[in-house]
């Protein structure tokens, strides 16, 4: 059956590998040659920053007030957008230990942080989609005509846009 949700579920099926990348990037961490951890640490990153912080900013802006007017519950989504702080706040702590490792080798504190931030983001990540797509698609689905689910996808790709374009600033 197709549902008017359904540009946000391809589109989480669309970074769902990547998210998957996190978790094996986590994993690798202790199996590889520094130059493979670096290489990975550097492709989550710009995963995260370039797709996944953008797709977050445009929830922000644009699907979660949606869904708090169907609630009729302002705030009810304050939970959700605080765990895209958290990813925020990882990615920059992933950003500054591939620094780190780039600039002056890994040491072994480093590696064990760098595990601690690559599985930290999966976990939250992976919760965070399905507590989307279990909790607010059905709300989503519930309460929006088709027009205004078009509406709201086009909205939210212009604001996800903006938010790439400033981040390849
Ligand atoms: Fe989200
Ligand atoms: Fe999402």
């Known amino acids: 059956m197709s549902s008017v949700m359904q540009p946000l579920k391809d589109e989480h099926r669309e970074l769902l590998p990547h998210i998957e990348f996190l978790r094996e990037a986590g994993v690798l961490v202790e199996a590889s040659s520094e130059q493979e951890v670096l290489r990975a640490a550097e492709d989550a990153h710009e995963f995260l920053v370039h797709h996944l912080i953008p797709h977050a900013i445009g929830e922000d802006r644009v699907l979660y007030p ?75 689905e519930k309460g929006l005509s088709s027009k205004e689910a078009t509406e709201m996808f086009a909205e939210m790709e212009k604001a996800a846009g903006e938010a790439k374009a400033a981040a390849h600033a």
């Open 66 to 140: 949606v869904v708090e007017r169907l609630m009729g519950a302002p705030g009810a989504t304050a939970t959700m957008s605080r765990d895209h702080v958290e990813v925020g706040k990882l990615t920059e702590e992933l950003g500054a230990l591939k620094d780190k490792i780039a600039q002056s080798g890994a040491t072994e504190t480093g590696l064990t942080e760098l595990q601690r931030v690559l599985f930290g983001l999966y976990g939250i990540v992976k919760l965070h989609f399905d507590k989307e797509e279990e909790i607010y698609v059905p709300i989503l």
